[in-house]
């Protein structure tokens, strides 16, 4: 069975360092691209990041690009992200996703097919 | 960027009755469409990709339609453990979601 369990979330103070983790398990991890995606109090889901299933391309959100870095350890099935100079409105429940690929027209294109639980980030003073 | 815009933005219905809710793309993203259904305290989960394909196990009242910019997810007969907020999300340029329609048992 597909399993997604994200760790690390906590409180933290505006401008510090944060570190989320997410483990996957049921599925050969190397196989597939992963994201996370987060949540702010009362809003919506808001795409945050991908790797892609080797770690040889990465893209973030502009709201994230340049503070956050999306990594991944294909011998440890884990993918993390790293967030720093982290600021009030990145408070959210974060959730990592595994993405499943169509390549049925040629090029490319990913869903997100299975999410964790989320792990809760409080940016606060 | 493509922008996703989803109405209504909450939606009240009987157990039993059929639901509608939309979603529009800032532009053309063929079918390349996903529809999720978030529920408190769990991660979201894949109902629908390809603007009408049925991701395996999920019931077959929850249908979708639509290609281009104009889409839409339906609930053929609405059960009790439907209430929840539905995202629709592009994956044809990277990823964006709508902004959610939660839907509430009257």
Redesign the interface.
């Known amino acids: 069975q597909v399993h997604?369990v994200e760790s690390g979330g906590g409180v933290v103070q505006p401008g510090r360092s944060l570190r989320l983790s997410c483990a996957a398990s049921g599925f050969t991890f190397s196989d597939y691209g992963m994201?996370w995606?987060r949540q702010a109090p009362g809003k919506?889901?808001?795409?945050v990041a991908?790797i892609w299933y080797d770690g040889s391309k990465t893209?973030y959100a502009?709201s994230v690009r340049g503070r956050f870095t999306i990594s991944r350890d294909n011998s440890r099935n884990t993918v993390s992200l790293h967030m720093t100079s982290l600021r009030d409105d990145d408070t959210a429940v974060f959730?990592c996703?595994k993405d499943r690929a169509?390549c049925s027209t040629g090029s490319c294109?990913?869903?997100?097919?299975?999410?964790?639980?989320?792990t809760p980030v409080i940016v606060s003073s | 960027d493509i922008q996703m815009t989803q109405s209504p933005s909450t939606l009240s219905a009987s157990v039993g009755d059929r639901v509608t809710m939309t979603c529009r793309a800032s532009q053309s993203i063929s079918s390349w469409l996903a529809w999720y259904q978030h529920k408190p305290g769990k991660g979201p989960k894949l109902l629908i990709h390809k603007a009408s394909s049925l991701e395996s196990g999920v019931p077959s009242r929850f249908s979708g339609s639509g290609s281009g910019t104009e889409f839409t997810l339906t609930i053929s007969s609405l059960q009790p453990d439907d209430s929840a907020t539905y995202y629709c999300q592009q994956y044809n340029a990277h990823w964006t979601f709508g902004q959610g329609t939660k839907v509430e048992i009257k």
């Open positions: 997604l994201h995606v919506g889901l808001e795409w991908v893209h502009d959730y996703a169509d294109y990913a869903m997100l097919d299975v999410w964790g639980q989320g």
